[in-house]
């Protein structure tokens, strides 16, 4: 995850949050799905872009 506070424009549309993940065969598809339940919540993504330790970050996701 990369934290972005001032956001990048893809175009037209700002994101503060990145994600990249990987894994075999389709184990990142429930990592994935996680990710995407927690960030459909604009409120979840502002307190990923807020977050200041890789243990907040781990909490909020795992909340």
Known sequence: MVQ??????????????LFGIAGKADEHLEVLGRIA????????????RRA???QEVLDLINA
């Open 4 to 17: 972005v506070p001032d956001g990048i424009d893809f175009d037209g549309d700002t994101a503060y949050v």
């Open 37 to 48: 339940e927690f960030c459909a919540d604009e409120n979840n993504v502002d307190r990923l």
């Open 52 to 54: 200041t330790t890789a």
